[in-house]
């Protein structure tokens, strides 16, 4: 059973940046895909980033493109995001997520997720 815990959230201006964490627990962490989304209020949750170890891929979402970066330690059991250059659209609750397999964008595709964390952006 694959359990997820995120936290580092917070409040931060607009350009700043913040690095969000999942620490996983379970069975062969280092062979999911680990993705990051979020959902902002009365939004749908969207995808962000995912990490795939064993196929060495990675993908952003184009919102996020060149502002965040994905990243795992396999030795800690943690995933990362780091958000630099936030903008007010940024804010919304970010969850941690995984899956077997190779890297998905869509939400269905991922079966085992985190509480969230909050991430606000003030103008």
Known sequence: QVQLVESGGG???AGGSLR????????????YTM???R???GKEREFVAAFSWSAGTTYYADSVKGRFTI???NNKNTVYLQMNSLKPED???????ARPGGVKPTRHDY?????????????
Do not use: E, K, N
């Not at 969000?20 to 062979?31: H, V």
């Not at 804010?91 to 997520?97: E, I, Q």
């Open 11 to 13: 409040l931060v201006q």
């Open 35 to 37: 993705g990051w989304f």
């Open 39 to 41: 959902q902002a209020p």
């Open 71 to 73: 990243s795992r330690d």
């Open 91 to 97: 804010t919304a609750v970010y969850y941690c997520a």
């Open 20 to 31: 969000i964490s999942c620490a996983t627990s379970g069975p062969t962490f280092s062979s």
């Open 111 to 123: 079966g085992y997720w985190g509480q969230g964390t909050q991430v606000t952006v003030s103008s």
